[in-house]
């Protein structure tokens, strides 16, 4: 299929421990998303790219989270030193960016990476 | 500060009748909503977008209501169908015209049940 694609798709690490999520968006989607989901709560937004450059990082919790889309396609969101609070669902979205009207504005979601900090 | 509300966590129905999901919203900067539907263990998949220079917008089963005056949408489902059981979210952006990113905003969802 021509989806978002997310890897892995479950990730259990120890306290402590540096993790790194991948998302492959849909091709010649401009705009990637990630977003963090905890247990009963909505998608939360954590930052932006479009094509390579990260516009808004508003939503990182804190300076151990790290996002990169160095070619402007496939991004990785970084996690350093987990806690068990980074605990949820990671999700991916891409969308056509600005270029693509009110289309800008539809993000197709990954399956997402649960993330169990233990 | 939520700044997207779904006041209802549940809602049951039969099938063949009608299902309206309710979301109220706070930010006046916001000018184009969506809902999406997910199913445990797979990501939101995007269900009907407004904009906010219309007040419907209708696609087969599904009609989203857009009343900007009281902030509210709304999203009805006709006839409602055993496979419309999921958690729909609701979601707002404010446009870069606004002053806002494409960042989405969204409520803590309402998990709809169609009962056969």
């Known amino acids: 299929g021509a989806g978002v694609s997310q890897s892995p798709r479950y990730k259990v690490a120890k306290r402590g421990q540096d993790v790194a999520l991948r998302c492959d968006p849909i091709?010649?989607?401009?705009?990637l998303f990630w977003y963090q989901q905890a247990l009963g709560q909505g998608p939360e937004f954590l930052t932006y790219?479009?094509?390579?450059?990260?516009?808004?990082k508003s939503g990182l919790p804190s300076d151990r989270f790290f996002a990169e889309r160095p070619e402007g396609s496939v991004s990785t969101l970084k996690i350093q030193r987990t806690q068990q609070e980074d605990s949820a669902v990671y999700l991916c979205?891409?969308?056509?960016?600005?270029?693509?009207?009110?289309?800008?504005?539809?993000?197709?979601f990954g399956p997402g990476t649960r993330l169990t900090v233990t | 500060d939520q700044q997207v509300k779904q006041n209802s966590p549940s809602l049951s129905v039969q099938e063949g009748r009608i299902s309206i999901l309710n979301c109220d919203y706070t930010?006046?900067?916001?000018?184009?909503f969506l809902w999406y539907k997910k199913y445990p263990a797979e990501g939101p998949t995007f269900l009907i977008s407004i904009s906010s220079i219309k007040d419907k917008n209708e696609d087969g089963r599904f009609t989203v209501f857009l009343n900007k005056s009281a902030k509210h949408l709304s999203l009805h489902i006709v006839p409602s169908q055993p496979g419309d059981s999921a958690v729909y979210f609701c979601?707002?952006?404010?446009?870069?015209?606004?002053?806002?990113?494409?960042?989405?905003?969204f409520g803590k969802g309402t998990k709809l049940t169609v009962n056969p």
């Open positions: 930010n006046s900067m916001f000018d184009y």
């Open positions: 091709s010649g989607h401009v705009s």
């Open positions: 979205a891409s969308s056509f960016g600005g270029a693509g009207g009110l289309l800008s504005y539809e993000q197709y």
């Open positions: 790219f479009q094509n390579e450059a990260q516009l808004d």
């Open positions: 979601a707002a952006s404010a446009s870069f015209f606004q002053g806002g990113s494409e960042k989405l905003v």
